[in-house]
């Protein structure tokens, strides 16, 4: 079975400073990659997503990741953060060989951006 | 625009009864996920369903658990019996395109269970 692992369950970092949050997944199978964000009080909505071809993938609000298929990694990065980028932060993976793309999460980490 | 609905926001009951959930997709949208977040988790698969058909149930922790979508748009994910452990948030999910092929699930802002 999937899993993700997300290293860091918070990361605080300054406004304008660069911020990675790492996230890693257990199988070697073909898989798709997601990341979520979530605001307080609100749901789930998608940064990004990486379902074939180029390897960096661009999301919404200037985030990127990079899928790093040989480390089993999906990390996402933005060079420069904004307070408003304070939130809750998904990694989730789906198997491609399963059929219903059922989203395997991973704990989640809270990015706290300071000024 | 209206995106996905849930209802209620927050549920607190009595250990014993049993609860009903409402998602109410995206209008159109074949393809409609419930998912369970402990406090300090991610959000954890329970079972899904293109159009009317439950097409996976593998998520669901016990029989007191159960999902319908009856006529292929609003879900209802019921609870019996509750239990303390069963306190969550359930967040509910739809897709447009049949389950096979990729799309975006787009969350409804979930259903606050609380088993006092």
């Known amino acids: 079975a999937q899993s993700v692992t997300q290293l860091d369950s918070q990361v605080p970092v300054f406004e304008e400073a660069p911020v990675e949050l790492r996230c890693n997944y257990s199988s070697s199978v073909s898989v798709y990659l997601f990341w979520y964000v979530q605001y307080p009080n609100q749901g789930l909505q998608l940064l990004l997503k990486y379902l074939s071809g180029s390897t960096l993938v661009k999301g919404i609000n200037g985030f990127e990741a990079e899928f790093n298929k040989s480390q089993t990694s999906f990390h996402l990065r933005k060079p420069s953060v904004h307070i408003s980028d304070t939130a809750e932060y998904f990694c989730?993976?789906?198997?491609?060989?399963?059929?219903?793309?059922?989203?395997?999460f991973g704990a989640g980490t809270i990015l706290r951006v300071k000024s | 625009g209206a995106g996905v609905s849930q209802s209620p926001r927050y549920k607190v009951t009595k250990r014993g009864q049993d609860v009903a959930l409402r998602c109410d997709p995206i209008s159109g949208h074949v393809s409609l996920y419930w998912y369970r977040q402990a406090l300090g988790q991610g959000p954890e698969f329970l079972t899904y369903?293109?159009?009317?058909?439950?097409?996976?149930k593998s998520g669901l922790p016990n029989d007191r658990f159960s999902a319908e979508r009856p006529e292929g748009s609003i879900s209802t994910l019921t609870i019996q019996r509750t239990e303390q452990r069963d306190s969550a948030m359930y967040r509910c999910a739809s897709s447009l395109g049949v389950a096979g092929a990729v799309g975006e699930q787009f969350f409804g802002p979930g259903t606050r269970l609380t088993v006092l």
């Open positions: 989730a993976v789906s198997d491609r060989e399963e059929y219903g793309n059922k989203l395997v």
């Open positions: 369903f293109n159009y009317e058909a439950q097409q996976d």
